[in-house]
């Protein structure tokens, strides 16, 4: 697996246009993982970061295939800096029976009567997390909602885009292997190209030794 931190610099009229639509920067990050417009890139997932009101804009991308980050560098003043990146393997990361302290956007959701909807209250969020962990190998053991917007943007053909997000944070614990290494690359959720999905985790102090 491949993970890179991009820091962007908002000085830069390309940067704030990605900021305020997710579309143009799930367009902007593909540039990395293919040779032209016509080529369908991998699948990748990204996740704009909580910062502080005076940091950089930082972008969060994982991803099964290498990125070519000198398409981004290329373009005049995106970057503040250059890209930090590395490799991990999911069968070091991934242990039995342990907890990690983890960090998901997310675009909740339930399907009525053939339409999906967002979930905007709570209670109802933190039970689509949980839902989820039954889904996907792993126990919820402590969690909650820092965060909860609707994320708004435009597609290319003007098509407006309305999604729930909702930031969590938490405390989980991995009970099957096997399916978290299955979801850890492709996601949770919908709304992937919109940076969502994208679960990061941190192994327990306490678990090591």
Sequence with gaps: MHLARLRLDLRNKHVRRDLSNPYDMHRTLTRAFVRDEREAPPRFLWRLEPSDEWGAPTVLVQSTHAADWTKLDAMPGYLKQSVESKTFQLENLLQPDTRYHFRLYANPTVTRVGKRYGLAAEQAQLAWLTRQGERYGFVVEAAFVAASDVLKGF???????????????????????????????????????????????????????
């Design 155 to 209: 597609r290319q053909n003007d098509a407006p885009i309305h999604l729930q997000r909702v930031h969590y944070e938490g405390m989980l614990r991995v009970v099957d292997i096997e399916s978290m290494a299955k979801v850890l690359p492709n996601g949770i959720g919908p709304g992937k190209a919109f940076g969502c999905g994208l679960l990061s985790l941190k192994r327990d102090r306490r678990e090591v030794g």
